[in-house]
C-alpha cells in the first residue's frame, strides 16, 4: 500500500476537517476510522460562531446554512405556534433580513437572553456573516465534512481499527526504510491496523478522549475526576407533558428537553454506574430521568442510541511526540455543555493543518509546528475551566441555587456582561500571541471582513492560502507578496479616509500583521519583491517600520527561505 504523508485516525469532525485542511495543500493523506458508518448517536447540537466561522472560509457556509434551515423547522414543529424560543425567532429574523450576532447557548443552564445582548457592540458586530449557520448539529457536521473531502480527494476507509504505532528509519542507503526507530526519531511511523500495516510520514490522533495512541505514547492526561453523570438521547415518551423545556434544575441534578422532539439531556450528580463502557439501555435512561427530573414518565424507546458522559476534565500534557500529534478530544476532555469540545476540535484543526502541510512540504518557518501546541493548549485549558464552572453551579444544593440566583438574576443583567460571556462562548474572543509588541487587531480572528468590491474576506480564504488585504494608496504591498502567490491571495481593497488596516491573515483566519492606510503614504514606503532570506530589500524598508513588521510576518507565518 502507498505510503501517505499523513494519516489522521479518526472520522470526526476534528479528523474530517483536518484531513481536507491538508488536502488543499497538497498533502497526501489518508483518514482510518474504527467506526464503518458516521455516528448517529447525539451528541453536541450546534456550533459555535467560530466555528461556523471556519467553515465560512472555507466555502462551506451555504451547506451548513441549509441544516440550520431543516433544524430551525424541526424545532418551530416542537414548539408549537408561538411557542418558538429566543433564539428561534432571532435566527428566523436574520433569516429574512439583516444578520445578527447569534444568541446562542446557556451557562450552567441559565439561557443567554437576546434582550440583554448590545447588537451594537463593535466585538459582536464584526462576527455576524456566519450566524446562519451555527445550528448545526455534529452528526450533520460529520456528513457535511465527509462530502467536503470527498470533493478533495481524501481517502476515508471506514470499518479499520488502529492496534498500535511504530517507528521505520528511512535514513539509509538511497533512503531505503532498513530498520525499526522510535517513534521521538525522523522517521516515517507504521500504522498496525486491523487491514494492515500502513505508513506515513506523519500521524496525527483524532481518535477520542479514550484515544488508544495517546496511551501507547505515554502522554499523561491529567486533570479533575468526574462529579456527575449525563446521558442524551433522542426518545419515544408515552406522555412528556409534565417535563419542563428548556434547562431546568432539581436537587438531583439538570436536565434539558428540546429543542427538538424527544431530545433529552440529564445529568445527576452522585453515584457512576459501574461499567461505563456498557450500552444504556432504555430501563437505565428512564430511571435517571425519573431521578433527576421527579417525573414519572414512561419511554417507549430510542432513535439511535443513547449517550452516557461526564465532566472528566483532562488535558494531554503535550499535543506531540516526534511525528504524532494529537488532536480534538484525544487531547482534552470536558463536560460537553455548550457544545465547546465540538469547537474545541474544529479550532485545533483549522490551527494545526496549514502548519503541518507546510512542514510536509518543506517550506515551514522555523518552529512552526511548534506553536500548534503552544497556541492551542492554553485555549483548552481555559475551557476546561470553563466547564468546570458551569458544573459548580449546576448542584441541587440551596447554597448553589442562591449563587445561581445572583449570577443568572443579578451580574448577567449588568450592561456589557452578557456581551462578555455570550463572546466568550462564542469563541470569537481567542488571541495568540503572534507578533511581539503586537497590539489592536493582530492575534485576534478576523471575522467579518467587507470588501469594497462586494466581496468578504472569506471569498478569497476558500483554497486555503493566507490573505493578504492591501488597503495602501496604489496597492503598495503587491510586489512583497507577488513571489509568494502559491500560498498567499493577495486582495487589493483601495482605502478611503475611514477604512480599516491592510491584514495578513492566516489560513485559520488569525490577524497577523495589520497596517492603518495612511502609515503607507510615505514615498519611501517602496517595496523589492521577496527573496532568499527576506520577503523586501533592506535598503527599501530600513527606514520603514510598517514594511519591517510586515516582512517579518511573512517571515515568521509564511516562509523563511
Known amino acids: 500500500m502507498r505510503r501517505s504523508d499523513v494519516i489522521v485516525v479518526g472520522a470526526g469532525p476534528t479528523g474530517l476537517f483536518l484531513a481536507g485542511e491538508l488536502a488543499l495543500q497538497g498533502v497526501r493523506v489518508r483518514v482510518l476510522e474504527r467506526l464503518r458508518e458516521p455516528d448517529s448517536t447525539i451528541k453536541a447540537g450546534s456550533i459555535n460562531v467560530a466555528g461556523a466561522e471556519i467553515l465560512d472560509r ?86 457535511l465534512l465527509g462530502e467536503h473531502c470527498a470533493r478533495l480527494g481524501v481517502e476515508v476507509r471506514r470499518g479499520v ?60 492526561f491529567t486533570g479533575t475526576d468526574p462529579q456527575l453523570v449525563g446521558y442524551q438521547a433522542v426518545a419515544d415518551f408515552d406522555d412528556p407533558g409534565e417535563l419542563s423545556r428548556g434547562w431546568t434544575w432539581t436537587p438531583r441534578g439538570i436536565y434539558a428537553y428540546g429543542p427538538i422532539p424527544g431530545r433529552i439531556l440529564v445529568a445527576r450528580f452522585g453515584p457512576r454506574p459501574p461499567d461505563r463502557d456498557a450500552p444504556v439501555t432504555l430501563d437505565e435512561l428512564q430511571a435517571v430521568i425519573r431521578d433527576v427530573t421527579g417525573v414519572d414518565v414512561t419511554l417507549k424507546g430510542l432513535h439511535g442510541r443513547a449517550t452516557r458522559w461526564s465532566d472528566n476534565a483532562r488535558q494531554a500534557q503535550s499535543y506531540r511526540r516526534g511525528r504524532v500529534l494529537l488532536a480534538g478530544d484525544a487531547a482534552h476532555v470536558h463536560a460537553p455543555f455548550s457544545g465547546q469540545g465540538l469547537n474545541l476540535g474544529l479550532g485545533d484543526a483549522v490551527n494545526l493543518g496549514w502548519k503541518l502541510a507546510a512542514t510536509v512540504r518543506g517550506h515551514a518557518p522555523a518552529g512552526l509546528l511548534d506553536t500548534y501546541e503552544s497556541e492551542r493548549h ?59 509588541g503586537a497590539a489592536g487587531p493582530v492575534g485576534s480572528i478576523a471575522g467579518d471582513v467587507a470588501l469594497s468590491s462586494g466581496d468578504r474576506l472569506a471569498d478569497h480564504a476558500h483554497d486555503g492560502r493566507f490573505v493578504l488585504v492591501d488597503r495602501s494608496p496604489g496597492g503598495r504591498f503587491a510586489e512583497a507578496v507577488r513571489p509568494l502567490e502559491h500560498r498567499i491571495a493577495y486582495v487589493a481593497d483601495p482605502a478611503s479616509a475611514t477604512s480599516p488596516p491592510s491584514l495578513l491573515i492566516r489560513p485559520d483566519g488569525v490577524i497577523v500583521w495589520a497596517d492603518s492606510p495612511d502609515t503607507a503614504t510615505s514615498d519611501t514606503a517602496t517595496l523589492a519583491p521577496a527573496t532568499s532570506g527576506s520577503a523586501m530589500s533592506d535598503s527599501a524598508t530600513s527606514d520603514d517600520g510598517v514594511l519591517k513588521e510586515l516582512d517579518a510576518a511573512i517571515q515568521r507565518w509564511v516562509d523563511a527561505r
Open 58 to 143: 472555507r466555502g462551506l457556509l451555504p451547506a451548513a446554512e441549509d441544516v440550520q434551515r431543516r433544524l430551525l423547522a424541526s424545532v418551530g414543529a416542537f414548539a408549537g405556534h408561538g411557542r418558538k424560543n429566543a433564539l428561534v425567532n432571532q435566527l428566523d429574523r436574520d433569516a429574512r433580513g439583516a444578520r445578527r450576532f447569534p444568541v446562542a447557548g446557556h451557562f450552567a443552564g441559565m439561557l443567554f437572553r437576546d434582550e440583554l445582548v448590545d447588537q451594537g457592540d463593535p466585538a459582536l458586530a464584526a462576527h455576524t456573516a456566519a450566524s446562519g449557520g451555527v445550528l448545526v448539529p455534529q452528526y450533520d457536521l460529520e456528513l
Open 161 to 220: 481499527e488502529v492496534r498500535g504505532l511504530r517507528g521505520v528509519d528511512v535514513r539509509g542507503v538511497g533512503g531505503t526504510r532498513h530498520a525499526e526507530a522510535g517513534l521521538t526519531d525522523d522517521a516515517d511511523v507504521v500504522v498496525e491496523t486491523s487491514a494492515g500495516e500502513m505508513t506515513a510520514g506523519w500521524v496525527v490522533a483524532a481518535d477520542g478522549g479514550r484515544s488508544a495512541i495517546r496511551g501507547q505514547l505515554g502522554i499523561g
Open 378 to 436: 492554553p485555549i483548552a485549558a481555559w475551557v476546561l475551566d470553563w466547564t468546570r464552572a458551569q458544573v459548580a453551579l449546576m448542584r441541587g444544593d440551596e447554597h448553589t441555587a442562591r449563587l445561581r440566583e445572583v449570577v443568572g438574576g443579578e451580574l448577567f443583567t449588568v450592561p456589557g456582561v452578557m456581551n462578555r460571556v455570550v463572546a466568550l462562548t462564542s469563541g470569537i474572543t481567542q488571541r495568540y500571541d503572534v507578533a511581539d
